[in-house]
Nanobody, 117 residues
């Protein structure tokens, strides 16, 4: 069983930055692929960025160049640095984890990000 706890959300002005954290417990963290997803009201959940257990990184088009995902295996933590935030980035951001070669997804409770002046 994997437990995920997100933090770092909040209210920020357009153009500002936030750093989200996802801490995993109950797992062998280095074997987990971690993804950040988001869901805005009335919209489906979408992938923002992901990092595999081997360190390969991918971004959604809207995140490329503005967001940076990183992992610290020593701290069982994955970060999402979000810069140049826009109002359309407003959403609940969720952390997802999956062991390589499995189809079981683990989710955190989400952290709210609001980008508004």
């Amino acid at each position: 069983q994997v437990q995920l706890v997100e933090s770092g959300g909040g209210l920020v002005q357009p153009g500002g930055s936030l750093r989200l954290s996802c801490v995993a417990s109950g797992s062998i963290f280095r074997f987990l692929a971690i993804g950040w997803y988001r869901q805005a009201p009335g919209k489906p959940r979408e992938l923002v960025a992901g990092v595999t257990s081997g360190g390969s990184i991918s971004y959604a088009d809207f995140a490329e160049g503005r967001f940076t995902i990183s992992r610290d295996n020593a701290r069982n933590t994955v970060y999402l640095q979000m810069d140049s935030l826009k109002p359309e980035d407003t959403a609940v951001y969720y952390c997802n984890a999956r062991y390589k070669g499995t189809a079981v997804d683990y989710w955190g409770q989400g952290t709210q990000v609001i980008v508004s002046s």
